[in-house]
């Protein structure tokens, strides 16, 4: 079978505004609240200028500038500073990674894994952002193969970027697993004719785990 993850959510943690929290710059007498930080990641993530971002037909220091402009930002600089350190600090789900490495290894791992699968991956990334997580994380070159947005131009849940992947990724739709953390993700691959599984708790294994189970990829424990 064919195991196509996504990243974020399924690999990597995805928490905007946790990150914005954390990692966005701000005078230390007016620090981010959750509620301010929830409110700036909405406005941020839920416009076309990000989904530009995803698609590869901006880059990061316009994608603040256009941002700062929109909100009223004071410093275009820190945004885009801010934008550009996301993929240096997203978390690792390291048992969600270890999974997929024993799939990638093949029937001899653990007696767990049933036959032998392909494992790929489709995530909406930024290029700039794929480009930093291929180096901080070596695991990504055990995957067979895969396609980041910013690099074909095409995102989720477009349609287009499934037929894309059929393509590309030489993917049998019935013959295919597709793991992600969004319904809208998931219901555009099923639609293809692809399994598909929505990843409902991002800081945990075990629904990555309960999906190949259910798929017969992995034997019950």
């Known amino acids: 079978m064919n195991i196509v993850f996504d990243f974020g ?3 990597v943690g995805w928490n905007p505004a946790q990150l914005i929290q954390q990692h966005y710059p701000r ?8 509620e301010s930080a929830a409110a700036l990641a909405d406005a941020l993530i839920n416009h076309q200028d990000r989904l530009d971002f995803d698609l590869g037909l901006l880059e990061s220091e316009e ?11 004071d410093d275009a600089a820190h945004l885009h500073a801010f934008v550009d350190r996301i993929p240096h600090v997203l978390p690792v789900f390291d048992e969600t990674v270890a999974l997929m490495q024993m799939l ?8 767990e894994v049933v036959g032998e699968h ?5 995530s909406n990334m930024p290029t700039s952002f794929a480009d930093v997580l291929e180096v901080r994380c070596p695991w990504i070159a055990r995957f067979e193969d895969g396609i980041f947005s910013g690099r074909v131009n ?13 393509q590309r990724l030489r993917l049998n739709p019935a013959e295919t697993l597709f793991l992600d953390d969004s319904a809208k993700n998931v219901a555009a691959a099923g639609a293809r004719g ?25 034997r019950a424990a």
């Open 9 to 11: 959510n399924v690999l």
């Open 27 to 34: 005078p230390a007498h007016s620090p981010h609240t959750p």
């Open 63 to 73: 994608l603040a500038a256009r941002s700062a402009r929109r909100l009223a930002l």
């Open 104 to 111: 990638a290894d093949g029937a001899g791992g653990a007696d």
């Open 118 to 122: 392909r494992v790929l991956y489709l």
């Open 154 to 166: 095409l995102a989720k849940p477009d349609d287009a970027i499934y037929a894309a992947a059929e």
């Open 194 to 218: 692809w399994h598909s599984e929505l990843i409902i708790d991002p800081h945990s294994a075990k629904s990555v785990r309960d999906a190949l189970v259910k798929h017969g990829v992995l």
